[in-house]
């Protein structure tokens, strides 16, 4: 009777609270299990062609994709938006990322700079060879889903390999930075995955490793820097106009 006693207070005291517009301190957590998979669902979507740079997403037609409410879309799309996957314009609805060769360029730049920090924090890092199992073992993932060939599987695994990097330099601030950009990259790797043979990645991750696991910094950063600037190679904006085209035929 008393711990009913008490939990009758308590919801009283919330109702009052409501009632009062009294501030809360903290909001109350709320699941976001589907929210985060409705995000995941879009990006992948997006790394598969499905959706290009500029494409209108529309709240109604994903749910329905997804066999899902609105809401969980509604709030995803939003949580893109703070990501700058996802933009909102007046009377335009919520589209995805434009992407331009010069924007590419910016975002690698910023990347290399984040990913170069956390390669020489990692290697004065204590201990051997083994602290890079992590980054082994991301590299294997990498190449099994090179093998499927599912663009938005190779996406993940790559950033997967990526975030491995920054997680072992030890530096939670930077992995949080590099984290905050996943998301962008994955909407470019998607676009890049027509130019590219999935198996290059795999040797370029394999020179990166081997660099590390001999404590070799100057080549660690020269295959890191040969790995991310090979985007720069690419032409997006042609890439957009391409996948853009109808079939032949149509």
């Known amino acids: 009777m008393a711990v009913r006693d008490r939990r009758a207070q308590q919801d009283a005291s ?8 009294v501030p809360r ?3 109350p957590v709320q699941p976001r299990t589907m929210v985060e998979q409705a995000a995941e669902a ?3 979507a997006a790394a598969r062609g499905l959706f290009l740079p500029g494409d209108r997403l529309v709240e109604a037609e994903i749910a329905r994709d ?3 409410s609105r809401v969980p ?30 924007g590419v360029a910016a975002l690698m730049r910023v990347r290399l700079a984040l990913e170069s920090l956390a390669l020489r924090e990692a290697l004065r890092q204590p201990g051997g060879a083994e602290r ?4 082994e073992a991301a590299a294997a993932g990498y190449r099994q889903a090179a093998r499927l060939g599912d663009p938005a599987l190779i996406v993940l695994a790559d950033g997967d390999f990526h975030a491995e990097l920054c997680r072992v330099s030890g530096n939670a601030p930077l992995l949080a930075l590099w984290l905050s950009l996943a998301r962008q990259l994955a909407v470019i790797w998607g676009l890049a995955q027509q130019c590219r043979r999935p198996d290059h990645p795999e040797g370029e991750h394999a020179l990166l490793i081997a660099a590390l696991d001999r404590g070799d910094e100057s080549a660690a950063l020269a295959a890191l820097e040969a790995h991310v600037n090979w985007h720069l190679t690419i032409d997006f904006e042609a890439v957009i106009e391409e996948r853009r085209r109808p079939p032949a035929g149509l």
Do not use: W
């Not at 919330?14 to 517009?21: K, N, T, W």
């Open 132 to 135: 890079f199992a992590g980054l």
């Open 73 to 102: 879309v509604r709030e995803a799309l939003r949580l893109l938006e703070s990501q700058s996957i996802v933009v909102s314009t007046p009377y335009k609805g919520m589209r995805l990322m434009r992407v331009t060769n010069a």
């Open 42 to 44: 879009i990006v992948a």
């Open 25 to 27: 301190r903290l909001s």
């Open 14 to 21: 919330d109702s009052m609270v409501v009632a009062l517009g």
């Open 66 to 68: 997804l066999g899902i």
